[in-house]
């Protein structure tokens, strides 16, 4: 689930959800990410669609202001990374 390309995303800006790194591994991100049961999902619609069966609400509801969320880590291939810490 966790591919090199996803964990990747998560190591470069990883700062911007959290004060100090979590992860300086690929390995470790895994573990961490594991840990805490990060989702994968293959579009900016999935990422709307996740945060909505989780009850979370956003002032406005545009994928584009979502997909901006510091819990949400842009994968650079279509797929975004959400991890709430």
């Given at each position: ?7 990747d ?33 293959d579009?900016?619609d ?17 994928a ?7 819990e ?6 279509g ?7």
């Amino acid at each position: 689930m966790y591919d090199e390309k996803v964990l990747d995303a998560f190591l470069k800006d990883q700062s911007k959800l959290f004060d100090r790194p979590v992860a300086s591994t690929r390995e470790e991100a895994r573990e961490f990410l594991e840990e805490l049961m990060a989702v994968v999902v293959d579009s900016a619609d999935e990422v709307r669609e996740y945060f909505e069966e989780e009850g979370i609400d956003f002032e406005q509801p545009d994928a584009g202001d979502i997909i901006n969320a510091d819990e949400v880590f842009a994968v650079g291939d279509g797929r975004y990374l959400i991890v709430e810490g």
